[in-house]
């Protein structure tokens, strides 16, 4: 009798929430996905829609008084990780779940060697000796293709470019092999040539390395050309989710029909860009109900109230949260 794998990342109901003025708001409300082996999940939605959000309480980094967990559960490779004890969860960060932060200039530390920063998960985590670790931070770097890698070991955070930077995060998700990769916004910042460079890595790494992926993001067309499927966000509620080429060819959700508009192309005039209007409100001024019912032409009365994510499709892979077009009663 054969068994099915379970997820490399699994997350059930995940409900996060944020303190602000004083009081606490949700500011993820129960998310759920699954990731298996090989396969690119991704989280996309403007700033401040709960995307790294979501990760941080994946990786139990929520800043103590500020953020809380309080729903919901993450599990990898089926083992239970959230509510774990703090030692406990610090050994499986780095470890079996890699993560590539944003900003990598101030992710890294700039008074320590990037060949000391990628090594330092496999002293951690490996229990390897310092030269064994600064060894394999070489191979690393020459895996995510630093030039020079044994020569610039020594080297500082400042001296790199900042497409030579994002590898060196790369390098140090990866250095101790997980099975799980976190990728928040990991082309911010970067011209267009260098985006591509280092998405081209990142699926590389993924073939090679069997990795699962969630990758958060605001740009659709990297979503267009690495994912396996998409998550739209807004608000902390996930309003979408569908595979790649559906989520493209068939938007449902108002508010991933006005991110796709809004998406500069190359096969369209820049005159039919369409901007969202508004902005995403304050945690403390969020509708109650649906959170997109300020900035959607298609609002009614009913959208007081919050909608179910349903399944509009036969196969059930394609789910939307919406009253009006996700096909509820």
């Known amino acids: 009798m054969s068994t099915v794998a379970a997820p490399a990342l699994s997350v059930k109901n995940l409900t996060t929430e944020i303190r602000s003025r004083d009081q606490w708001h949700q500011a993820v409300r129960d998310v759920s996905f699954d990731i298996v082996q090989r396969e690119t999940v991704a989280l996309v939605g403007e700033s ?35 509510g774990i004890a703090d030692a406990e969860m610090e050994k499986i960060r780095g470890s079996r779940i890699g993560m590539v932060f944003q900003e990598p200039m101030t992710s890294l530390n700039p008074v320590l060697t990037v060949g000391f920063q990628i090594a330092e998960p496999l002293l951690y985590h490996r229990d390897l000796s310092r030269r064994a670790a600064l060894a394999r931070a070489v191979e690393l770097m020459d895996l995510v293709r630093i030039p020079s890698a044994a020569q610039r070991i020594n080297d500082y955070p400042h001296q790199f470019s900042g497409g030579m930077r994002q590898r060196v ?54 979503v267009a050309s690495v994912a396996d499927r998409v998550l739209v966000m807004y608000g902390g509620d996930v309003v979408e989710s569908a595979a790649m080429p559906d989520l493209f ?37 969020m509708p109650v109900g649906c959170r997109f019912q300020s900035r959607c032409p298609l609002r009614e009365v009913r959208c007081v109230e919050r909608p179910p994510l349903r399944p509009i499709d036969a196969a059930g892979t394609h789910h939307v949260r919406c009253w009006v077009t996700g096909g509820a009663p």
């Open 48 to 82: 401040g829609c709960g995307k790294s959000l979501t990760a941080l309480s994946i990786m139990a980094l929520l800043p103590p008084g500020v953020g809380r967990i309080v729903g919901g559960r993450v599990s990898a490779d089926g083992q239970l990780i959230s």
């Open 249 to 285: 060819q068939r938007p449902t959700h108002p508010y991933t029909t006005a991110l796709l508009a809004a998406m500069p192309r190359s096969d369209r005039s820049s005159e039919t860009i369409a901007p969202i209007p508004g902005q995403v409100p304050a945690l403390a001024e």
């Open 169 to 222: 995060m790369i390098a140090m998700a990866l250095a101790c092999a997980p099975k799980v990769l976190i990728a928040d916004e990991p082309t911010t910042a970067l011209d267009v040539t260098i985006q591509a460079q280092v998405l081209a890595l990142l699926a590389e790494l993924q073939r090679s390395a069997g990795l699962a992926v969630l990758l958060i993001t605001h740009n659709l067309g990297v």
